[in-house]
T-cell receptor, first 117, second 114 residues
């Protein structure tokens, strides 16, 4: 699996936008970029994912660099409930027998986001 | 409620014992994944089933086994338990590749081995 690099921790003020960076310089053309977050004492929660184009949903936006070697998860207005560990994960989306079993997500250490009231 | 149901939520058992963790995937999802999260290891992938068949294997110990039944629910069996097996065990499901609506995780089973 291609690797991602994220800062260990970040802080942000409540009600301000948060930009969480992720570097993935060895990304392949078929790798999807997934973001998950894990709130304390809960299971991971899907946030957003994309392949090439920027994506928006009700939770966040995903900005993908043109060369796809980095991406940024954007929380438009952070609340205290957004305090969590955020994971950036690459998942091989290629099909075929040689990629059998590549659907799993491989979690790294993520970024611990602290929201300051 | 994420749609993925894990039971039990908490389990306390003694070393050497055997336990079974159960997972019901989100309706319509064919893939089930099991993960282990301990304090010092982070989220570790154990095993994946797709429509009843084993699809991928991670760092799963030989003392652990899993299966997915025709109704798509899955069970993770942990035997000859050791203190180090104490962890949170998460189940996740997806429609297949997880590229339609992502992967949905359950709230986990906290296993304590004493």
């Amino acid at each position: 699996d291609a690797k991602t690099t994220q800062p260990n921790s970040m802080e942000s003020n409540e009600e301000e936008p948060v930009h969480l960076p992720c570097n993935h310089s060895t990304i392949s053309g078929t790798d999807y970029i997934h973001w998950y977050r894990q709130l304390p004492s809960q299971g991971p929660e899907y946030v957003i994912h994309g392949l090439t184009s920027n994506v928006n949903n009700r939770m966040a936006s995903l900005a993908i660099a043109e060369d796809r070697k980095s991406s940024t998860l954007i929380l438009h207005r952070a609340t205290l409930r957004d305090a969590a560990v955020y994971y950036c994960i690459l998942r091989d989306g290629s099909l075929g027998r040689s990629n059998f079993g590549n659907e799993k997500l491989t979690f790294g250490t993520g970024t611990r986001l602290t929201i300051i009231p | 409620d994420s749609g993925v149901t894990q039971t039990p939520k908490h389990l306390i058992t003694a070393t050497g014992q055997r336990v079974t963790l159960r997972c019901s995937p989100r309706s319509g999802d064919l893939s089930v994944y099991w993960y282990q999260q301990s304090l010092d290891q982070g989220l570790q992938f154990l095993i994946q089933y797709y429509n009843g068949e084993e699809r991928a294997k991670g760092n799963i110990l030989e003392r652990f086994s899993a299966q997915q039944f025709p109704d798509l629910h899955s069970e993770l069996n942990l035997s000859s338990l050791e203190l180090g097996d104490s962890a949170l065990y998460f189940c996740a499901s997806s429609e297949g590749t997880g590229d339609l609506h992502g992967y949905t995780f359950g709230s986990g089973t906290r296993l304590t081995v004493v």
